[in-house]
Nanobody, 123 residues
Framework: QLVESGGGLVQPGGSLTLSCAVS???????IGWFRQAPGKEREGVSC????????VYADSVKGRFTISRDNAKNTVYLQMNSLKPEDTAVYYC???????????????????WGKGTLVTVSS
């Protein structure tokens, strides 16, 4: 089970930190953040691997977003800075047990999803 939190309304240029609490052992999974805007497909935002902690980011968020994990707390975070209106979406975290999808930011191969948290960037 995954539970996202931390979404909300923020002005352009502002910051938010999303959290993804994972039931079970976080060490078993690569964890990714994805987002889905109205009328659009779910797209990959960032991923962090289970072993090395290697990270990947979509080009649209590089330099603005930072993903991190705390295995002791079974939680993955997404720090989002310099937010833009185009970042508005429902943000989901997902698990990748086999390690083939998350690192490629490919939503179709992810195993489990949370219910999402809404981020709205607007003045």
């Amino acid at each position: 089970q995954l539970v996202e939190s931390g979404g909300g309304l923020v002005q352009p240029g502002g910051s938010l930190t999303l959290s993804c609490a994972v039931s079970g052992f976080l060490d078993y999974y690569d964890i990714g953040w994805f987002r889905q805007a109205p009328g659009k497909e779910r797209e990959g935002v960032s991923c962090i691997s289970r072993s090395s902690g290697a990270t990947v980011y979509a080009d649209s968020v590089k330099g603005r977003f930072t993903i991190s994990r705390d295995n002791a707390k079974n939680t993955v975070y997404l720090q989002m800075n310099s937010l833009k209106p185009e970042d508005t979406a429902v943000y989901y975290c997902g698990t990748d047990y086999y390690g083939s999808s998350c690192i490629s930011l490919r939503a179709s191969g992810m195993d489990l999803w949370g219910k999402g948290t809404l981020v709205t960037v607007s003045s």
